[in-house]
Each structure stands twice: as structure tokens, then as C-alpha cells.
């Protein structure tokens, strides 16, 4: 695990998307996969720049998104799939029928968790995987439990994250109470990972994530066993490491 503590959220944004344009470079269809949340907004602002400055083609690449909310459309403007089209896929080379993000809106959330996961492996695995990471330690929507979940599942959302994300609808009533997201197993078989953070609000779970012990009741904290993790965070959310 190497963590890397930048003075900007900007800064963060340009050495995670010079991570990714390694990686294309490397090996033009890369399996990528993206996270949503304000977090890696400067990293797909950057992203979109190598792009226009030609440094990144993405025409061969495919793409798998962490999570989705049950019950949201992906035309509903807090869907996770609005969000990357807005924000990265409408202003890249990427084809549309390349990027993957779990239906939420199927009305049977357990298929198409389960086609996803097999999506991923038909992929070949996701070679280079962002995560932000919730106040409570969550990465994607993998919540605090008993277990670390392996493929991609079900789940009821944290009083936490519904307060945390709350702020993008009118009202916590409307945050959907469940999400699709992809498991601890799924993610942690990327061959590479990046996790961002800024703010104080997540300095305790970067903390037990890199120096805690490994618990599913903070799941960011499985990532100390992976071999190829990079942490990108800003100085306020390293300040307890
Ligand atoms: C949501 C997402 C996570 C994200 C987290 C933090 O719950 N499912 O993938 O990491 O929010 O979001 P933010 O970056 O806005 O703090």
C-alpha cells in the first residue's frame, strides 16, 4: 500500500488521471473501472483534458462503475450512470456500448447483480479500479457488516450514507434505501486500485483504513491486502495517519 498526501483536491485529480492514462497507454482495452461522488470530479475534469490534449484515446477501452442506486433510472439525475455520462463518458471516445453500470431499474436487483459479475470476469477483470471512500469506511456501497461480500449484491444503505449523500436530493426521504454495488471480491481482483480522499470528514476512515486492522466494519481497511494500492489523499484527510 503507498499513500501519497497532496496539498489540492486538484492535485489529487491530475495524479489519479495520469494514472489512468498510464494504464491506456499501456494497454490500449483496459478494463477501467470508476467510482461517483464529488471525489473523483477533479480527477475526470482532468481526465477529460489529456483526452482533448490527445494524451488519452479511449476508443478501445471498456468500463465497469462500482454501484447504482435500486429503484433509480439512468436517466434520473442522481443515478450513478447520469453522473458518469455527465461527468466523463459524454466528453470522451469511450464507445457508449463499452461502459457498464449496473441496472438499478431492472425490477430483479439480484439478476442483474449477478450479470454484472459475470460481465466483469467475461471482461477479463478490471485492470485499474478508482474508490472514493465513505466517512464509515465504505468503499462503493459496501457498508460496515460482519462480512467482507464477495461479488456484486444488494444492499440497505448506512443511516450514515444516507446522510452523507442526502445533500445531492431535496430530502434524506428521497436517497433510495438501496443500492447495487459491486463486493469486496470484486473489487479487491482489479490488478490496480486507486483510493482518493479529501476533507477531514474522512480522516478516521483513511486512518483505520491504512493503520487499523482488517475489518469488514471498515471495509476500505481489506485494501491493506491487496498488492497494488495506491492511496492519492489531501492533508486534511491524512491528519490522524
Ligand atoms: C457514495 C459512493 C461511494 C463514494 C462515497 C463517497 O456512497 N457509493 O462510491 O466513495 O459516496 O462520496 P464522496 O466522494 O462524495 O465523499
Do not use: W
Not at 455527465?86 to 431492472?106: C, E, W, Y
Request: hydrophobic fraction near 40%; glycine fraction near 8%; aromatic fraction near 8%.
Amino acid at each position: 500500500m503507498v499513500v501519497k498526501v497532496y496539498k489540492t483536491a486538484e492535485e489529487i485529480g491530475k495524479a489519479a488521471a495520469a494514472m489512468y492514462a498510464a494504464q491506456v497507454i499501456k494497454k490500449p482495452d483496459s478494463v477501467l473501472g470508476f467510482a461517483t461522488g464529488s471525489t473523483p470530479i477533479p480527477t475526470y475534469k482532468s481526465i477529460i483534458e489529456l483526452y482533448n490534449e490527445g494524451v488519452i484515446d479511449f476508443s478501445q477501452v471498456t468500463t465497469f462503475n462500482l454501484d447504482e442506486y435500486s429503484g433509480l433510472d439512468g436517466t434520473h439525475d442522481q443515478s450513478y450512470r447520469y453522473f458518469m455520462m455527465q461527468n466523463l463518458f459524454n466528453h470522451i471516445n469511450v464507445r457508449k456500448d463499452a461502459i457498464n453500470i449496473i441496472n438499478g431499474n431492472s425490477g430483479d436487483d439480484e439478476k442483474a447483480c449477478k450479470e454484472y459479475e459475470e460481465r466483469i470476469n467475461k471482461a477479463g477483470g478490471i485492470d485499474l479500479q478508482i474508490l472514493g471512500i465513505g466517512n464509515n469506511g465504505h468503499i462503493a456501497f459496501n457498508e460496515p457488516a460482519d462480512y467482507f461480500p464477495n461479488e456484486t449484491h444488494t444492499v440497505k444503505l448506512t443511516e450514515s450514507t444516507i446522510e452523507a449523500n442526502k445533500r445531492f436530493f431535496n430530502s434524506a426521504d428521497e436517497v433510495p434505501k438501496y443500492a447495487l454495488t459491486m463486493g469486496i471480491g470484486s473489487i479487491m481482483r482489479a490488478r490496480s486500485i486507486i483510493l482518493i480522499a479529501t476533507g477531514s470528514a474522512k480522516a478516521q476512515a483513511i486512518y483505520d483504513s491504512v493503520k487499523g486492522n482488517i475489518t469488514p466494519n471498515c471495509p476500505a481497511s481489506v485494501l491493506q491486502l491487496h498488492n497494488d494500492v495506491t492511496f492519492l489523499v489531501d492533508e486534511a484527510a491524512a491528519a490522524k495517519l
